[in-house]
């Protein structure tokens, strides 16, 4: 059973024990975009978030004989609800649940006991993620409506972690070791669970209050398990958690050893932000390969507003916002950019043999190149809430299967252009 009926069970007996000493003392309230109760050394606090997209898309193929595709469509892509507080100053814990998400199916988010000794140490056991910069960052405080392909390859979602962590002033250091989500089925008789384990550290060399260099790195090694464990399978989507994967490899992986670089740049209103990812995969058979993916993108709040770089988590927090709404105020309006590039050719060309002709049916574009040029609009009434304008101009360029027969040969690639707007509010 993992070590999920553990974490349950600790957070069951946590809780009877909050609600035991709550009596004891005087409850106060304090706002942090929805109540938090207080009494003495004990917090308590309902959090959630929602997301609601309109989304346009327009898919045209290269080859002839598919029919280009046209989409509108509205959705909850995301909507989630949970708990979040403290016992004392050591220990802390969250629990949260997707109730409705874009994929249909509930399932639970973030799971998590947090042990601190001390004010520079954490040590964390639960369903969480543990590596890349704007994958850790909360999707509340990310420019872009959706973290792109990047993140998509790297394939670090929640999953049930034991982690220990340091940090200074101006840098961080952790480890971890992990293995399944804890949405996962257990494994079958005679079969094991995806094992994985990693570091993470990063640095600020430039601390001021107008001008924050954020610097990063990490590794990750996988082994999917053995028997009836999945194989690790690298695909992207178009910068959209709407429609189809055209660049997909397939599940191929037995293996994989990740290394990553990720630097945030700030001054005042403009922000520079990159990731880097190079991987190597073994196969079952026997065959290795490497994958590379990167993103560049670029912001600037016209308004005057700062991105938030929360130094000692090495990762965003929420942007403070200078007019809001609430005060009388505009609000604020950020413009941004994106740049992506994935590159999953070698999973091709090292490893599909080119089937005999005519097989027509046989052409199978499983692996390429993908790069997209994202253009996105924020306006923020106030921090809890934004609504959101991207727009993502996407280039899928697909290996097609060499055919004994060139004239057969057909040009699978695939360009997606998707409009989509964004209501999103949490608390």
Not at 18 to 36: D, I, N, R, Y
Not at 122 to 129: C, H, P, T, V
Not at 343 to 371: C, H, M
Not at 394 to 411: K, S, V
Request: zero cysteines; aromatic letters at 12%; a negative charge.
């Amino acid at each position: 059973m993992r070590i999920k009926i553990a974490l349950f069970a600790t957070a069951a007996v946590g809780a009877m024990a909050f609600s035991g000493q709550a009596l004891a003392q005087e409850t106060t309230t304090v706002w942090k975009g929805a109540p938090q109760f207080v009494n003495d050394t004990l917090t308590f606090k309902v959090r959630g978030r929602v997301y609601y997209d309109v989304v346009s898309q327009d898919v045209d193929f290269a080859n002839p004989t598919a029919t280009d595709l046209s989409t509108a469509t509205s959705r909850i892509r995301t909507a989630r609800i949970g708990v979040e507080g403290t016992w004392n100053q050591n220990w802390a814990y969250k629990a949260e649940a997707a109730l409705s998400s874009a994929g249909g199916v509930t399932q639970w988010e973030d799971l998590t006991l947090e042990y601190k000794p001390n004010d520079t140490t954490s040590l964390m056991i639960g369903n969480f993620k543990s590596t890349g910069f704007e994958n850790i960052s909360s999707s509340r405080y990310i420019t872009m409506m959706e973290r792109g392909p990047f993140n998509d390859v790297m394939d670090n979602g929640r999953v049930m972690t034991a982690a220990a962590k340091i940090n200074g002033e101006t840098w961080t250091a952790a480890a971890f070791i992990h293995g399944d989500s804890v949405n996962s089925a257990d494994p079958a008789l005679g079969s094991s669970e995806q094992f994985g384990y990693g570091a993470r550290g990063t640095f600020v060399p430039v601390n001021g209050d107008f001008t924050k260099l954020h610097l990063g790195g990490s590794i990750r090694f996988r082994d999917r398990g053995k028997g009836a464990a999945p194989l690790f399978q690298y695909r992207v989507r178009n910068n959209t958690n709407f429609g189809g994967r055209n660049v997909d490899t397939g599940a191929i992986g037995d293996k994989d050893a990740q290394y990553a670089a990720e630097f945030l740049l700030i001054h005042k209103a403009f922000s520079l932000q990159g990731e880097y990812l190079s991987a190597n995969v073994e196969r079952a058979n026997g065959i290795d390969h490497d994958i590379d993916a990167f993103y560049v993108s670029g912001s600037w709040f016209l308004t005057g507003e700062m991105r938030n770089l929360d130094v000692k988590r090495g990762e965003l927090g929420r942007t403070r916002i200078l007019n809001p709404m609430t005060a009388g105020g505009m609000g604020a309006v950020e413009l941004a950019v994106r740049y992506d590039s994935v590159d999953l050719t070698e999973a091709f060309t090292q490893a599909r043999p080119a089937p005999p002709a005519p097989a027509v049916a046989a052409i199978s574009p499983l692996a390429g190149e993908y790069t997209a040029l994202t253009f996105g609009a924020t306006w923020y009434p106030f921090p809890y809430v934004r609504f959101m304008l991207n727009y993502t101009d996407a280039e899928n360029d697909l290996t097609p299967i060499r055919l004994a027969n060139p004239a057969l040969q057909i040009n699978p690639d695939v360009d997606v252009k998707t409009l989509q707007f964004r209501t999103q509010y949490d608390f």
